[in-house]
């Protein structure tokens, strides 16, 4: 089966699961807010100065002056 079409099915999953477990998985949004949190910090302390390049001048959205992700 291609990325496309496997894509897809998930697609089409994801928007009947959401419809018809959707308002009891509000309970759950702690865990998308931890996962969106882990992803912020690794983006700014991956190697580099929150920049998104090396030795840049400039700092991402989200990210205080030292580097360290804002949560």
Known sequence: MSLTTQIL???????VFGSLIGPWASNLKFIGDIFIRLIQMFGC??????SGRRGGKRRRPGCRKDGVPHI
């Open 9 to 15: 099915i998930a697609t089409a999953g994801g928007i």
């Open 45 to 50: 302390t991956a190697g580099n100065d929150c």
